[in-house]
Antibody, heavy 122, light 111 residues
Framework: QVQLQESGPGLVKPSETLSLTCAVSGYSISSGYYWGWIRQPPGKGLEWIGNIIHSGSTDYNPSLKSRVTMSVDTSKNQLSLKLNSVTAADTALYYC???????????????WGQGTLVTVSS | QSVLTQPASVSGSPGQSITISCTGT?????????VSWYQHYPAKAPKLMIY???KRPSGVSNRFSGSKSGNTASLTISGLQAEDEADYYC???????????FGTGTKVTVL
């Protein structure tokens, strides 16, 4: 079955760029599907960051769009997320997930990775 | 786009039914947006429980059901079990998946 595993530095300094990868196993990214990034600040709810498909087409949360870049590496079968100019408010558990689309236009995330904690601090 | 509003906590005794509400606006939940629900245990990957408002993925117990009325979507857990104690999040997606907004989250406690 499809499995996702996030990885990256657990500590990033303010104003620097947060960089994460998501390794996908059990499915070839180049075969299709959208893939998303979602985050959860400590003690808070989930926030959608954005989605990307294997062709590189993206949809970003307008609140983060100016700072976010997503990409796919089909040769490594992995996704990447970059968030620049980070502040303490970007401290969160970051998840990657597969985005599925239904016949009636609905969309949902399944499965999710375990998440990776990123702390922004000097 | 504002987050969707959920009660912070809902509790029930084993065997009872509970309902978690997810209130949005006429621009998201109340329109043609679609709602999904996720179960989240601490330090675990969130799990899809309901998609497209009322559909269950394979393997999810039929004790979980989803519905919608106006601007409010709901997740009902019937025959509450100890293993249902977790956080639950709703999520509304724009048609085609170009935008998503999550709920504030609800902690379910089994008494």
């Amino acid at each position: 079955q499809v499995q996702l595993q996030e990885s990256g530095p657990g500590l990033v300094k303010p104003s620097e760029t947060l960089s994460l990868t998501c390794a996908v196993s059990g499915y070839s990214i180049s075969s299709g599907y959208y893939w998303g990034w979602i985050r959860q600040p400590p003690g808070k709810g989930l926030e959608w960051i954005g989605n990307i498909i294997h062709s590189g087409s993206t949809d970003y949360n307008p609140s983060l769009k100016s700072r976010v870049t997503m990409s796919v590496d089909t040769s490594k079968n992995q996704l990447s997320l970059k968030l620049n100019s980070v502040t303490a408010a970007d401290t969160a558990l970051y998840y990657c997930a597969r985005a599925l689309h239904g016949d009636y236009g609905g969309s949902w995330f399944d499965p999710w990775g375990q998440g990776t904690l990123v702390t922004v601090s000097s | 786009q504002s987050v969707l509003t959920q009660p912070a906590s809902v509790s029930g005794s084993p065997g009872q039914s509970i309902t978690i509400s997810c209130t949005g606006t006429s621009s998201d939940v109340g329109s043609s947006y679609f709602v999904s629900w996720y179960q989240h245990y601490p330090a675990k990957a969130p799990k899809l429980m309901i998609y497209e408002g009322n559909k269950r993925p394979s393997g999810v117990s039929n004790r979980f059901s989803g519905s919608k009325s106006g601007n409010t979507a709901s997740l009902t857990i019937s025959g509450l079990q100890a293993e249902d104690e977790a956080d639950y999040y709703c999520c509304s997606s724009a048609i085609g998946g170009s935008f998503y907004v999550f709920g504030t989250g609800t902690k379910v406690t089994v008494l």
